[in-house]
């Protein structure tokens, strides 16, 4: 471990992993961002002399960790659909003459017959060390990032019965847990849990102005080592990018529209360079590692609060203190959940539009962390099903808002929607707002507020209707303070 990995000792949570899988044992593996998942497939693989196949959803990661890997001189390929033709036929000659250690590849590759028929083989004569499924908790439909192809890796276990499989995540909700193991079929696993709480880390969220560009120079000025900028689309991304350079700071745009030749440009710039700043989308952001990234920022609101957890684990993984930022618009929440929906028009599969409802209250809860009092890392946790006390760290911890009581407000508010049967959230704020005009923002603000403590519904659809729940009709018989911080 010292040799190939510089590293002295395990991290919490790595040792009884390794362990596992070296005695041929499954396991699933939920430890916290930069807490050391991959040396749990990559040091077996070493131990043993064998071949560990990784099954990763991010060709960024892929990419990452096999340039990390052949600089220690240890025998590490991908493949996946943008690999050109030259370094797929050498992974593939390093396959045939069993010298490759580590093989990535995406889930869909496993459809394949060339892979099927090589991971048989590898099986049958004993060299397949194991089979690890990163991002494990694409396979459940609670997870936070779903993926079809990766319901299809329960017949990794009918290919190769014999060979022990490690499901790793950073995050996991129990129910989540629960479906890794039934959906890939572990067999009496060992099953790991680590706290997702970074020590290290200062969680800010504010309102997003109308141009962040001062907030975004401010943070990449307090911020140490590298910066990673997180934008929703790739037009974003080269638009913040050129923006930056403008000001004169090094950045460099990163995600998928990009030529692979452009890309591992890009990749090798961030890694190399002393203080550099990558502007990705989420997809190719999460795929990068280096160590002494002190900020990461989103310029939107994120999709969802586990999401939020890996996206922000990228900073501070050097073990030093970082920052994770979010400039977040109301809109945000609506752009994001037409795309939604967007994606999944003309599908009337049932667990399709399952998928789409979860995937709205995921992004209500994250706005909840966002607009909420609560310290952000509490509120992060409980996402994951972990109950911790206030960080003391983040930026309602070191500066709590000013709360007052809006019974008075959330009364009128109410009232009006028990006239309706239903309306829009735009067009009660606009209604509200007659009677004070330049308030719109703060009876929609109002709105969601009580949609989160769930004295309001509101509809899935992305139209955003509000119906009143019984509890705000308890509400209008007997009202009672509720303290809020605008």
Not at 268 to 291: K, N
């Amino acid at each position: 471990m010292q040799t190939h990995f510089g590293w002295d000792g395990f991290r919490p949570g790595q040792r009884p992993v390794v362990d596992a899988v070296l005695a041929g044992r499954d396991a699933l593996a939920v430890l916290p961002t930069g807490g050391g998942k991959s040396l749990c497939y990559q040091l077996p693989a070493l131990v043993r002399e064998g071949l560990v196949v990784v099954i990763s959803p991010l060709v960024a990661l892929m990419e990452d960790q096999v340039m990390a890997l052949q600089r220690r001189g240890i025998a590490a390929a991908c493949l996946h659909a943008g690999l050109d033709p030259a370094r797929r036929q050498h992974a593939l000659e390093q396959l045939r003459d069993e010298t490759l250690r580590l093989l990535y590849i995406a889930p869909e590759r496993l459809q394949g017959e060339q892979i099927r028929l090589m991971l048989e083989r590898h099986a049958t004569e004993g060299r397949l060390v194991a089979i690890a499924v990163d991002e494990a908790h694409c396979i459940s439909a609670w997870g936070h990032d779903f993926r079809p192809d990766y319901r299809r890796l329960g017949q990794v276990r009918r290919l190769c019965p014999g060979v022990p499989m490690l499901a790793l995540s950073a995050t996991a909700a129990p129910r989540v847990r629960a479906d890794i193991i039934r959906l890939l079929d572990l067999r009496r696993p060992l099953v790991q849990v680590s706290s997702a709480r970074r020590d290290n880390l200062h969680y800010t969220m504010q309102r997003r102005p109308r141009d962040p560009m001062p907030q975004v120079l401010e943070a990449l000025e307090m911020s140490r080592g590298a910066a990673l900028i997180y934008a929703r689309t790739r037009r974003s991304v080269e638009q913040w990018a050129e923006r930056l350079s403008d000001q004169g700071v090094a950045a460099t745009p990163y995600h998928a529209g990009l030529d692979p030749e452009t890309r591992q440009q890009a990749l090798r710039l961030f890694l190399e360079h002393e203080r550099p700043v990558l502007v990705a989308t989420v997809a190719f952001g999460m795929g990068v590692d280096r160590g002494d990234v002190g900020l990461v920022l989103h310029l939107d609101l994120p999709a969802t609060p586990e999401g939020y957890l890996q996206e922000s684990g990228r900073a501070g993984r050097d073990g030093k203190s970082a920052h994770c930022q979010v400039l977040f618009s109301p809109g945000d929440r609506t752009s994001l959940g037409w795309a939604m929906q967007a994606s999944a028009r003309g599908s009337d599969a049932l667990e399709d539009r399952r998928r789409l409802d979860l995937a709205q209250q995921q992004l209500r809860r994250m706005e909840a962390v966002a607009e909420g009092e609560m310290c952000r890392e509490q509120a992060l946790m409980l996402a994951v099903g972990e109950l911790v006390g206030p960080c003391g760290r983040c930026d309602r911890c070191k500066d709590a808002p000013k709360r007052r009581d809006w019974s008075a407000q959330v009364e009128t508010l109410l009232a009006h929607l028990a006239e309706q049967d239903g309306t829009e959230m735009r067009r009660l704020g606009e209604h509200l707002a007659l009677h004070e005009p330049g308030r719109h923002d703060r009876w929609t603000w109002l709105a969601r507020r009580l949609v989160q403590e769930e004295l309001i519904q509101e509809s899935n659809d992305c139209a955003q209707r509000l119906y009143l729940r019984e509890s705000g009709r308890r509400f209008l018989d007997s009202p009672w303070p509720l303290d809020y911080a605008a």
